[in-house]
């Protein structure tokens, strides 16, 4: 999904730069891409890990459809009747996790913590991080998100 489309994503505009500058270092921000959508894909194997979860009784809680937006790597797929600067800066802490962790390491991470959080969303302990730091964000804090991201995973064992 990353390579589709990046292919069409755009890089950061200056002024979402200028929103995001304080937080995130130069490197991050010129390697972000920005893909606005008017609805969010599954990925591929989704359909396929819900049946198999189903076969054994368990449910996934996860709409698509009512997501506004979504992190691969370095590729943000945002929802274009949702976009904000939050949602930004949310999905931007999601690129700085998978800067720090590696692609197959945050993607084990994130696996993991839904698998731990009963197949839900809202207890994946990555989106944890990135929903407290958009709050911080919100209040106007002035903190550096790969020290805070950096502080956080050193506290856990991925």
């Known amino acids: 999904m990353r390579d589709r489309h990046l292919k069409t994503a755009r890089g950061l505009t200056t002024a979402e730069r200028e929103k995001l500058q304080k937080h995130f270092d130069a490197e991050l921000l010129d390697l972000a891409r920005v893909e ?6 599954k990925p ?3 359909d396929g890990l819900r049946s198999q979860l189903a076969f054994v009784g368990m449910r996934i809680a996860f709409d698509f459809a ?5 992190t691969f790597d370095n590729c943000l797929l945002l929802r274009q009747s949702a ?3 939050e949602l930004l800066f949310h999905e931007m802490v999601h690129a ?4 720090q962790l590696g692609v197959a390491r945050f993607a ?9 959080a009963g197949f839900t969303h809202e207890g994946i302990p990555l989106e944890h991080n990135a ?5 911080r964000f919100g209040a106007k804090k002035e903190f550096s998100v790969r020290e805070e991201v950096g502080s956080w995973l050193a506290t856990r064992d991925y």
């Open 36 to 41: 606005e959508v008017t609805e969010l894909q």
């Open 96 to 99: 700085e996790q998978y800067r």
């Open 66 to 70: 009512a997501a506004s937006g979504l």
């Open 108 to 116: 084990a991470a994130y696996v993991r913590g839904f698998a731990d």
């Open 131 to 135: 929903i407290a730091l958009t709050a």
């Open 83 to 85: 976009m904000s600067d």
């Open 44 to 46: 591929p194997f989704f």
